[in-house]
C-alpha cells in the first residue's frame, strides 16, 4: 500500500528515487511522483500511470538535487488523478510529504486548516496532514523555535489519528528530512555521506545494506551526515543498525518474463532455504531457533490458533490439517481482519501463530495485538525480516525466501507450508509419533525440493492447456483434505492476476451449489492423488463430466483415471502426506500464471491490487 523514498544526500536524488521506486512499485501502482527541494524551492512532477510514465515526464521536466522524495500510490482517499498523486506540498508552500497509511481524522483537521485559511488542492488525507505540518511551522517561526520542521512534524502527529509511514522536507531546511512511522513499515538505510528513508529494503539495497528499521511511534530527524530517532514523547532512541542479507540480484528479474515467473521456478531453492539448519541431528524432528516458547510449554499447550490474510490463510488451513492429522491437537484458523473483531473465545492453553509474507499486513498485526492483549503468546511465520509482525511477536519462524517481488505470492506460500509441516512434526514428536516415523517425515520433507523441480517440469505442457483454457470466465478448483485450501490458493491465483471468476471448494462440496455454474464453458480443476478417497473424488468428477464440464485432473503419478474421464491430465509425483500440498500448488500456480499471460494481464501488478495491505 504505497511505497515511499526519501534522500538526504550528495548524489542527484530525482534518478535515484526513480529506481527505488521501480523496487516499491509493487505496494501500489496507480500514481507516482517525485518532489525535489533545491535552491529555495520545492519542485514536483508527479501523474497518474507507472514509474515508468514518471521517467518519461521527468525526461521532458528533469528535477535537479540532492535532496528529494518519491512516491507510489495504491489509492485510498480520493481517485487516480494528478492531483492526489504525493508528494504533496502544503498551501503555504513550506512542506512536502509522502504518506503511506490512512489519516482517520482528517475531515476534523482540514475543517480546522480551512478556518486558518489553508487550502487544498487534492482530496487527500495526507494533503491534509501536510498542511497540519505547514500550520505548526509557522507558529515554530514565529515563535523562533529551534528544529522545527522536526516540531511540526511531531506536533502534528500527536493529533494525527489512524496510519502513518511519512516522509517530510520543509523548503527553509534543504538537506533536513523528517520520517515518522505507526502502522506502516520505515526503514532508514545508512549510506556513505547519504541516508535513505524507505517503505523496505529493495529500494536501497543497490546503495547500503545497513539498515535501522524505524518502530511505531518513532521520528527521526536526518542529514546526508546523521540521523536520530526519537519518539513522539521526545525520549532519545539508541539506534539498532541491522545488515540486509541479500543483495540487489535477489531483487531483480533476470531472464524471466515476470517476478511471478522467476518466483515460481526459484520454489526448489526457496524451500532448501526455509529448511536449512532446522532438523534435529538424529533426523527425526524439526528445531526452530527464535521460538522464544519452550519445548515443555509447547508440549503443554492444548491447541493452536492461527490468523492470517489471503494466501497466507490458506498456508494455515495446511497447517491446521497437518497439526490435526500428525499431532492430534485441535487447531483453529482465522481471517485475520474477523478474528480482530470476532471477540471469540479462546482455550487457556491456546498458542497463537500468524503468517505474514511481508510482516507488514494490518489486519493480520492486529489480530497479533487482539491475541496479545487477551494474554496469549503469538508467534509468527513470516518472511518480513524486521517486519512489525517480527517485532511485536513474541518469537517467531522466518521463511528465509529472499525477497517476493510479484503481488502473487508463491514461494512465499510454498515455504509457508513447509513450515506448517515442520511445525506439525515437532509438536506429534512430542507426542504420539515415533522416531522411525519421525526420520521418514523429515526425509520427506527434505525430498520436498526434488519434487517440486519435478513438477516444475510439466511447464511446457500446463502452458498448452493454459492456451486452451484462457478465454474461460468461470473455472472452479476442487480439492479434498489438505488440498483444499490448495484449491482456494489455485481459485485466489486465478483470480487476483488474470481476472477469471474463480473458486475453491471441496470437492464432494460442489455438488451443494457450485454445479450449478457448470457448463461446457466451465472447467473444473480436480486435485485427484492417490489415496483413500481417490473413488470419492473420481466419483464427483463423473458428476461434473456428466454435465459436459471440462475437466483439468492434477493427479499423482500412480492414479489411472477411468478413460475419458479429464480432458487433460498433468501428473506430480507421488509423495508424503506432509509435502503433498506444496508439489501440488505448482501445477495451479503455473496454471494461473500462464492463463493470466494469455490474457495479456499485467502479471505482477494485477489491478486494484498491492503486495503488502498496510490499511484496514
Ligand atoms: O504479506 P501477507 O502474507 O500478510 O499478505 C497477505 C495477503 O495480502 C496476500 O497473501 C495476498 O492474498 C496475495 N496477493 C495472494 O497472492
Redesign the pocket.
Known amino acids: 500500500m504505497c511505497g515511499i523514498i526519501g534522500y538526504v544526500g550528495k548524489q542527484p536524488a530525482a534518478s535515484f528515487i526513480v529506481e527505488g521506486l521501480k523496487r516499491l512499485e509493487y505496494r501500489g501502482y496507480d500514481s507516482t511522483g517525485v518532489a525535489v527541494v533545491a535552491e529555495g524551492r520545492i519542485s514536483v512532477v508527479k501523474k497518474i500511470g507507472r514509474v515508468a510514465q514518471l521517467e518519461q515526464e521527468l525526461a521532458k521536466r528533469p528535477l535537479a538535487g540532492t535532496f528529494g522524495m518519491g512516491h507510489t500510490r495504491w489509492a485510498t482517499h480520493g481517485g487516480v488523478t494528478d492531483a492526489n498523486a504525493h508528494p504533496h506540498v502544503s498551501s503555504d508552500g513550506k512542506i512536502v510529504l509522502i504518506h503511506n497509511g490512512v489519516i482517520e481524522n482528517y475531515a476534523s483537521m482540514k475543517t480546522f486548516l480551512l478556518g486558518k485559511g489553508y487550502t487544498f488542492q487534492s482530496e487527500t488525507d495526507t494533503e491534509v496532514l501536510g498542511n497540519l505540518i505547514a500550520y505548526h511551522y509557522a507558529k515554530a517561526a514565529e515563535s523562533g523555535e529551534e528544529n522545527r520542521c522536526l516540531a511540526s512534524v511531531r506536533k502534528a502527529l500527536r493529533h494525527t489519528e489512524g496510519t502513518y509511514g511519512i516522509v517530510v522536507m520543509c523548503v527553509d531546511f534543504p538537506g533536513e528530512m523528517v520520517a515518522a512511522r505507526k502502522g506502516s513499515p520505515l526503514i532508514i538505510g545508512l549510506g556513505d555521506g547519504e541516508n535513505i528513508v524507505a517503505s523496505d529494503v529493495s529500494a536501497i539495497v543497490a546503495r547500503t545494506q545497513s539498515v535501522v528499521y524505524l518502530k511505531d511511534g518513532e521520528i527521526v530527524h536526518l542529514s546526508a551526515q546523521e540521523f536520530r530517532i526519537t519518539t513522539l514523547g521526545q525520549s532519545a532512541v539508541a539506534p539498532l543498525v541491522d545488515r540486509v542479507t541479500w543483495s540487489v540480484a535477489a531483487a531483480e528479474m533476470g531472464a524471466y518474463a515476470h517476478f511471478m515467473e522467476k518466483e515460481i521456478f526459484e520454489q526448489p531453492t526457496a524451500l532448501e532455504n526455509a529448511m536449512r539448519g532446522r532438523f534435529s541431528e538424529d533426523g527425526s524432528t524439526a528445531n526452530f531457533g527464535g521460538l522464544n516458547v519452550s519445548a515443555g510449554e509447547f508440549r503443554s499447550m492444548e491447541s493452536f490458533a492461527f490468523c ?5 490463510l490458506h498456508a494455515c488451513r495446511v497447517a491446521e490439517h497437518m497439526i490435526e492429522r500428525f499431532a492430534r491437537l485441535p487447531v483453529e484458523c482465522d481471517y485475520a481482519s474477523e478474528f480482530r473483531y470476532r471477540n471469540s473465545p479462546l482455550f487457556r492453553n491456546t498458542l497463537y501463530f500468524v ?7 494490518i489486519d ?1 498485526l492486529a489480530a497479533l495485538r487482539e491475541a496479545k492483549r487477551k494474554g496469549y503468546k503469538v508467534l509468527a511465520v513470516t518472511n ?1 525480516v524486521g517486519s512489525s509482525i517480527a517485532r511485536e511477536a513474541d518469537g517467531g519462524i522466518y521463511q528465509h525466501v529472499g525477497p517476493e517481488i510479484g ?3 508463491t514461494k ?2 510454498t515455504s509457508q507450508l513447509l513450515i506448517g509441516s515442520m511445525l506439525a512434526l515437532y509438536l506429534a514428536r512430542m507426542r504420539d509419533m515415533s522416531f522411525s516415523d519421525g526420520v521418514t517425515f523429515v526425509k520427506a520433507l527434505k525430498g520436498a525440493p526434488d519434487l517440486v523441480r519435478q513438477a516444475l517440469g510439466q511447464a511446457p505442457l500446463i502452458k498448452a492447456i493454459a492456451r486452451r483454457y484462457a478465454h474461460v470466465r468461470d473455472m472452479l478448483f476442487l480439492g479434498r483434505l489438505s488440498l483444499f485450501p490448495i484449491a482456494l490458493e489455485g481459485a ?2 486465478l483470480k ?1 492476476i488474470s481476472y477469471v471468476h474463480a473458486e475453491g471448494y471441496p470437492a464432494a462440496e460442489m455438488k451443494h451449489g457450485p454445479i450449478a455454474l457448470i457448463t461446457e464453458e466451465c472447467p473444473s480443476v480436480f486435485f485427484a492423488p492417490s489415496g483413500e478417497i481417490l473413488n470419492k473424488i473420481i466419483s464427483s468428477m463423473q458428476e461434473i463430466k456428466a454435465r459436459k464440464g471440462p475437466i483439468i485432473a492434477i493427479v499423482t503419478a500412480s492414479v489411472e483415471l477411468p478413460a475419458g474421464l479429464a480432458d487433460e491430465i498433468i501428473v506430480i509425483p507421488e509423495c508424503h502426506e506432509a509435502v503433498l500440498p506444496i508439489v501440488a500448488s505448482i501445477p495451479v500456480q503455473l496454471l494461473s500464471y500462464y492463463i493470466a499471460v494469455e490474457r495479456g494481464c499485467d502479471v505482477d501488478k494485477p489491478r486494484n ?1 498491492a ?3 498496510t490499511v484496514e
Open positions: 492470517a490474510c489471503g494466501t497466507a503468517m505474514s509474507q511481508s510482516g507488514e499486513t493480520t518480513g503481488v502473487a505470492s512465499a506460500f485466489l491465483k487476483e491490487l503486495k503488502s495491505v
